[in-house]
């Protein structure tokens, strides 16, 4: 009871800080954030060099960082702003971290920053390279088993949970329900943005604390040819709505061979910011599925492009203003794959629990097992010891950059396939991945040691600056 009031005690002051800051924003922009800053670093331990280095962007009047916390504050309802930085700072990122993480040391397992669950499989649309599409349309979790992983997760120092499906606007109502009761997390929803409404967008600004991230795989022609005629114009008039109603949401972009250079562009980004978009999720294309399509895997040409592309966009002082990343050539920034409970997992409308969105094997279902017995469960247990797999983080995937090593886990670890409609062995499945992996993995050595080299240039330079200086 004592740790449970002093949580509360401590959420309380946070939240109360933020929005006497936050309520000064109007008068003096620059002040007011450089106070949310300081009081940041009151409540958790930064990276001071990281944190000094953002600030100073955002000091700059015509840096991307500054425009894009101006184009936040602007568009954004205060209300969700101050939730957004109470679940995500406070919960998240500081007191739910460190109880994760004595949670790591008690349990010798990964405890998950974040649970990704499907609520549903039903779905409007069949979308070409949608790992939802092989499972099937009949399932769906009730209200009180999502209700029961959430109520664990917390235990265990969770506090993000993302929505997927099928389409997990389905179930709008029970979103909302669970959002409410627990009003201390934070709800991504991957939405392909056709169900979004007005009554859904007041739902959303009154509960606060849920970002739908629509999905996008380019202009009209693109998209609709993945997701279905007509689906593009009705993701452009949800995004509409979700601005009207200044709510925080991003998009999700799955990228691939024939669409990657159209959705890195300048003018697709421009685009989606001027719609509203606070936040982009690069996703690379898998061929999970006995019906996948291997050709739309990107090149390594493509692979590297979208490597320096990303860090492009997203240069504080020079990009274009927006919140995003890849989570395929982002591994250096999280040391490798961040599945099997490391950073998240998976659980799909079954219950079945899975290491990751796109690898579906298992040893253990929620209506069988606690959320602790499935992170101990023998698969988990071999991403918790052989993490990171791959000393070039570059190459962080155990499927896609090392398809030698999945199999051997899933054998090791006994765990059965959890596909309910195309089901593959994982020899199957890293099969389709074999010739990618050759090609890639030169490519990402030498990318390795160019910056290996720049990092030890850059260590050197610091060294002398240092002596000077004395």
């Known amino acids: 009871m004592g740790l449970d009031l002093k949580h509360k005690a401590g959420r309380l002051a946070f ?24 009081l940041m670093d009151q409540f958790k331990e930064t990276n001071k060099d990281a944190d000094n280095a953002t600030l100073e962007a955002i000091m700059e009047p015509d840096s991307a960082l500054g425009k894009f916390v101006d184009k936040v504050i602007a568009e954004v309802d205060p209300g969700i702003v101050i939730r957004a930085l109470l679940n995500f700072g406070y919960e998240s990122m500081t007191y739910g971290w460190e109880k994760s993480q004595k949670n790591v040391e008690k349990y010798h397992c990964n405890i998950p920053f974040g649970i990704l669950i499907d609520p549903t499989t039903a779905c409007n649309l069949r979308c070409t390279g949608c790992w939802a599409a092989e499972y099937g349309n009949a ?51 991957f939405t392909n943005g056709t169900l979004v409404d007005e009554k859904f967008c007041e739902d959303l600004l009154r509960v606060k604390n849920v970002y739908p991230a629509l999905s996008l795989e380019g202009y009209e022609e693109k998209n609709d040819q993945r997701r279905g005629q007509g689906v593009f114009e009705k993701v452009m008039h949800a995004m509409d709505l979700m601005r009207e109603h200044k709510l925080l949401f991003g998009n999700s972009i799955c990228y691939t061979s024939a669409n990657m250079e159209v959705v890195t562009s300048d003018k697709f980004i421009d685009m989606i910011l001027e719609k509203g978009s606070k936040f982009g999720m690069y996703f690379h294309y898998m061929p999970v599925g006995t019906d996948a399509a ?30 995003c990343f890849d989570f395929q050539n982002d591994g250096e920034l999280v040391n490798g794959c961040i599945a099997g409970g490391r950073r998240y997992f998976h659980i799909n409308a079954n219950g079945d629990a899975e290491p990751c969105v796109f690898i579906h094997y298992s040893n253990m279902n929620i209506r069988e097992h606690s959320i602790l017995e499935i992170l101990q469960s023998p698969i988990f247990m071999e991403y918790y010891r052989n993490q990171p797999f791959n000393k070039n983080l570059l190459k962080p995937c155990p499927m896609l950059e090392n398809p030698e090593i999945l199999p051997q886990m899933v054998k090791r670890a006994g765990a059965k396939s959890t596909d309910l409609q195309s089901p593959e062995t994982a020899e199957q499945l890293c099969a389709k991945c074999v010739q990618y992996a050759k090609n890639w993995a030169p490519e990402a050595e030498e990318l390795n040691t160019v910056k290996a080299d720049m990092t030890r240039k850059e260590e050197i330079n610091r060294e002398y600056q240092a002596q000077q200086a004395k």
């Open 15 to 38: 939240e109360t800080a933020l929005k006497a800051a936050y309520s000064q924003v109007g008068k003096d922009r620059i002040k007011t954030v450089s106070r949310m800053f300081h």
């Open 139 to 189: 399932l769906s979790l009730s209200y009180d088993e999502i209700d029961s992983v959430i109520t664990q997760g917390k235990e265990l120092g969770t506090y993000t949970y993302l929505f997927t499906g099928g389409e997990p606007l389905t179930r709008k109502a029970d979103i909302i329900k669970l959002a409410e009761k627990h009003y201390d997390c934070s709800f991504i929803v």
């Open 294 to 323: 291997v050709e739309l895997l990107p090149t390594k040409e493509q692979r590297e492009y979208m490597l320096h592309r990303i860090h492009q966009v997203r240069d504080p002082k020079d990009g274009k203003g927006f919140f």
